[in-house]
Every structure is written in C-alpha cells, then in structure tokens.
C-alpha cells in the first residue's frame, strides 16, 4: 500500500490535482499510483463524456453533428488491486445514481400525469352517475344522449320545454335565465316560470324569445343540459320520452337529496 502525504493518498490527489509533496514525488510506489489514478480518473471523465453526449444527441432523424474519431487509448501502467476495486465501485456507483435518476424521473412523470387522468375519470365519472354535469359539462349544454338515460332523469329534479322569457347576467358569474314552461316532465306540476343557472361561456347561450329545453339535476340551480331551437329541443325531447317511463322506477345514487 502506498503512503499517504498530507493526508491525501494517490488516488485522491489524482482526483483533487492538487501538486504532489516533494517527499510524495521522492516516494516511487507512490507515484506509480499516483500515474495509475490519473489514468483511472481520466477514464472516468471519458465516460462521463460519452454519457453527457448520448443524453444530448438529437432526436432520431434528426441532423447529427460529425464527430471526430476516438482516440487510441494509451496503455495504462499497473496500479494496485485496491485502487482498481474503488475505481469500479465509483464507476458503478455513478451508474447505479445516474440509473436511478432516469427512473426515479420517469415514475414521477407517469405519476402525474396518470394521476390527472385518474382525478379527471373519477370525477366525469361521478358526476355521469347522479346525472349532474362536471365544470366542462357545464359550459356545454347539447350533445349526444346520455349513455343511461333513464338513471340521468332518475337524478334531474327539473326536466322541461319553454321559451326565454328573461336573460339575467350576473356580473361575469353567468346568467340566470327565466324560461316560460310551455311543456312538463319533471315534476309533472309546477309553476308557469322558473329559473336555472348557466356558467359563464356556456354554450349555446339561450336568447330571449328561443325555445330551449332544460335539464337540471339534483341538489343544484346549475342547468346539466339545455337544448336550444326546434330542432335540438326535438332530438332531446325523443331520448326523453323514451326513457322517462323507465326513470320512474330507477334509483338515483344517494346524494343526500330526495
């Protein structure tokens, strides 16, 4: 085992570059490690390198960069068995950590992002079960029927036909729009007028004088679905028929509300 100057052995000073001790320079199986180290640390720095330029290299099509050969590695004079050992145990220390950063990385992005996914499913979920929209339902009034139609009813507390008969904003909240009711769903009496909520943007976005059929569910003044025009309010006006017979006897999840 080579001696140890100022504290620092061979290996170690190769790594700092700090100048050797007179005595360090005096003391030949110390400079003999001392080469040997250099050289390992210099093989280190070279795969250091390589790694740094496979992260950097473009993506594949890509242009590439010409670059120049490598070159001839000059042999490398005999070290001792145990700076050879912690040569390798670094070496395979700096994989280990770069290892585990790439998947430490690639766990935290799918985490993410399959988390959103997760929340956002669980919510258009929920809010599909008891017939209520979500936020981006609420800004879109008309589309498909619902995939249950009768459980969608099931949970509507108002379902009804009429004309605009006010349009009410709020001060950038939305509007508050007042309907005349011209033909009944749900319930199967009620007053002449009433009134639901439309965020702000909602679209379509019901005029004074237009026909418009309204859902409204459960436990909220928020419309889940509006049909604007003849001919919206008629092919909602068909999944509803067809399906409020069935809603009668169709249990809404409990929610608090009956």
């Known amino acids: 085992m080579a001696a140890e100057y100022d504290g620092a052995d061979a290996l170690m000073a190769a790594i700092t570059g700090e100048p050797l001790p007179e005595a360090a320079r005096a003391d030949a199986e110390f400079m003999a490690g001392h080469r040997a ?6 093989l280190l720095r070279e795969q250091l390198s390589a790694i740094g330029d496979m992260l950097a290299a473009p993506p ?27 040569l390798r145990i ?6 280990a950590v770069v290892a585990l950063s790439a998947v430490a ?13 997760s929340q956002a499913a669980k919510s258009a979920g929920a809010a599909d ?20 139609p009768e459980l ?7 379902v009804v036909e009429g004309t605009v008969a006010r349009v009410e904003p709020k001060g950038g909240q939305g509007s508050r729009i007042v309907l005349t009711v011209t033909r009944r769903y749900k319930p199967d009496r009620g007053p002449a ?23 409204v569910a459960r436990g909220t003044d928020d419309a889940s679905r509006w049909a604007v025009g003849e001919d919206r309010v008629a092919a909602n006006r068909a999944w509803i028929l067809k399906a409020l017979s069935g809603s009668r006897h169709t249990a809404c999840p409990s929610d608090g509300s009956t």
């Not at 180290?37 to 210099?42: C, I, L, R, S, W």
């Not at 670094?90 to 994989?95: E, F, P, R, T």
């Not at 639901?196 to 379509?204: I, M, N, S, V, W």
């Open 37 to 42: 180290a250099v050289a390992d640390v210099a």
């Open 193 to 215: 007028q009433v009134a639901f909520l439309l965020a702000e943007g909602a679209h379509p976005g019901p005029r004074r004088g237009q026909h418009v059929l309204v859902e």
């Open 152 to 158: 969608t009813l099931a949970c509507d507390r108002l």
């Open 105 to 117: 990385g690639l766990a935290r992005l799918v985490t993410e992002n399959g988390g959103s996914d």
């Open 60 to 86: 594949a099509g890509a242009p590439s960069p010409v670059t120049a050969p490598s070159r001839p590695r000059a042999p490398r004079p005999a070290r001792p068995v145990r700076r050879g050992r912690a």
């Open 129 to 148: 079960a008891k017939g209520g929209p979500g936020e981006a339902d609420r800004r879109s009034g008309d589309g498909p029927p619902p995939s249950d």
């Open 90 to 95: 670094a070496l395979g220390s700096l994989a």
